[in-house]
């Protein structure tokens, strides 16, 4: 906590890590190595608000500024070790709730914020493909114009939490003139007619959130679907992507703050030479140099 912060950040930041530690905490390295997504953990955190802190109560949610979820997901860290579920939370809380909120018509944000604050939903983000992703005009998938909508054609990789998604932000081109309006925001949900996952790719951390391929073959799209609007995609994508980098910096200071906090303890309970290690100046200078990077973060 620095002097400049709302003091309410704390409070949030403690009143989500006691509930991380009764709910959450635990059994997070065998689901690891089992590539295993807590459908269960997901909903308590649906339950206990955490998905719906940064939305409108109209919606369901609390209302709260974005600082309060960062610091929520950083007190929850401080106690469950799982980063690849706090991964895709952030992911979804930031990269699609955060895009519907900004650019989504009222009819899409009540369609789909409650489902998504509730546990009814869970979203990817359908951005990057295999030959695609900060080269944005690379996207091959298309989306082509029909009666009461569009037809997309596709395929996306490297989505994180795919496979246990039941929605997905996809981002397809609605036109060939390599321009920034070539590219349009939808809200497709994955149960749709033509939607198919292909094997999730095998990681080496992040493991207990999917990270998969999605193939879209002739899938219909209402006009209703549309977010930020046809040849708004860019604009959608500013705000995805520009709010999930700030979300997931959670999910980094959280660890950063428990990895402090057991190696202070170490260094105190750790002997040598008839005193802690703690007492050495070698050993103390590395602790301060953890403490001021953490709190510069």
């Known amino acids: 906590m620095q ?12 009143k989500f890590r006691e509930f991380s530690k009764n709910e959450l905490a635990g ?23 955490v998905l719906g802190m940064s939305v409108p109560k109209k919606f369901g949610g609390s209302e709260m500024p974005y600082g309060h979820a960062v610091a929520a997901i950083e007190g929850m860290c401080l106690e469950c070790e799982d980063s690849g579920f706090f991964f895709a939370m952030s992911s979804q809380m930031s990269g699609i709730q955060a895009a519907l909120l900004s650019t989504a018509s009222e009819e899409l944000q009540e369609m789909y914020l409650p489902k998504l604050i509730s546990g009814e939903h869970r979203a990817c983000l359908g951005f990057s493909e295999e030959t695609a992703g900060s080269d944005i005009y690379s996207i091959e998938t298309f989306a082509e114009k029909t009666d009461g909508g569009y037809i997309i054609n596709g395929s996306k990789s490297f989505q994180t939490n795919s496979l246990d998604s039941t929605t997905c932000l996809l981002f397809a081109k609605t036109a060939n003139n390599r321009s920034p309006f070539d590219f349009t925001g939808f809200m497709v949900d994955l149960d749709s007619e033509g939607v198919s996952h292909a ?99």
């Open 3 to 14: 002097p400049w912060q709302d003091k309410s950040l704390e409070e949030t930041r403690e």
């Open 27 to 49: 059994d997070w390295q065998q689901r690891d190595a089992d590539r295993e997504f807590s459908a269960e953990r997901w909903q308590k955190c649906c339950d206990m608000g």
């Open 199 to 297: 094997e999730p790719y095998n990681k080496a951390t992040l493991r207990t959130c999917s990270m998969g391929r999605l193939t879209f073959e002739n899938v219909f799209v209402p006009d209703s679907h549309i977010i930020g609007g046809v040849g708004g995609g860019l604009n959608v994508i500013k705000y995805s992507i520009g709010w999930e980098r700030i979300m997931l910096m959670g999910i980094c200071i959280g660890p950063m703050g428990r990895v402090l906090e057991q190696t202070v303890e170490w260094a105190k309970d750790r002997e040598q030479f008839g005193k802690p290690i703690g007492k050495y100046q070698g050993i103390s200078s590395k602790i301060a140099e953890m403490v001021m990077r953490h709190r510069m973060a």
